[in-house]
């Protein structure tokens, strides 16, 4: 038996849907689930140890509850003595679908914003070490910083560009959206090929080469040509 979403009621009060602001209208877009792509540049790949012949693309998730909206400090998280960035190029989708074509995985995009991956290092390299999922050491609160969406109807689909973070106004990251091994049409058909995408979902394109460990007080300075800005302070 079902019921209308009016004629529910609940044991607890639902959780609020996290949202992220669209540059330029005052609705918002909300996020379902949080996609991030594994070692897509190529010498983001050999400085963490790996061989950068390109093989198939490897997703884990964050909870979207960790989405990080700008305006907001990244307050440094327990359990870990080494944070790192990753700035990243964000998709977020505005339909969904099984098994879809390149084309049509650009036609579901909604717009696209400027994020940040933040990772638990020392965790992450000690659950690897021991065999054992590592996602705590990637979904935790306030691990996904996101700019606003710029919508592709207004920007297009930027293939190419500088992405980039400073950090305290010093360079740290830098890179060409042209370098992903895996170009976003690509991603989003071969994701669809393992499950069903959803509208408001959002992938995380992959970080480049530059990846490093933040401190309280530090201020990080996110670019992608084309796309916009994300300033975070970590405190």
Wanted: with cysteine; net charge negative; glycine share 10%.
């Amino acid at each position: 038996m079902t019921k209308s979403e009016n004629s529910m009621s609940y044991v607890i009060t639902p959780a609020i849907i996290p949202c992220l602001q669209v540059r330029g209208s005052s609705n918002y877009y909300p996020v379902n689930r949080i996609f991030c792509v594994g070692r897509n540049y190529a010498k983001h790949v050999v400085e963490m140890g790996y061989d950068p012949e390109r093989e198939a693309p490897f997703f884990f998730q964050k909870s979207s509850d960790s989405i990080l909206v700008e305006g907001t400090d990244f307050v440094y998280p327990d359990k870990t003595i080494e944070v790192h960035h990753e700035v990243e190029l964000v998709v977020a989708l505005k339909t969904g679908g099984k098994n879809l074509s390149r084309a049509e995985a650009t036609s579901n995009i909604y717009g696209y914003a400027v994020g940040l991956d933040m990772t638990r290092r020392d965790l992450q390299a000690e659950l690897k070490s021991m065999g054992r999922p590592w996602e705590i050491s990637k979904s935790f609160d306030g691990s996904a910083p996101c700019s606003a969406i710029i919508q592709s109807d207004d920007i297009g689909h930027p293939t190419k560009g500088e992405i980039s973070l400073k950090k305290n106004g010093s360079l740290c990251q830098e890179g060409y959206l042209q370098q992903m091994i895996w170009k976003v049409p690509e991603i989003i058909a071969y994701l669809s090929e393992f499950c069903t995408l959803m509208p408001g979902d959002l992938i995380f394109t992959g970080t480049p080469s530059g990846v490093g460990p933040v401190q309280r007080g530090d201020n990080l300075k996110c670019t992608i040509d084309g796309v916009g800005t994300l300033d975070v302070g970590v405190v």
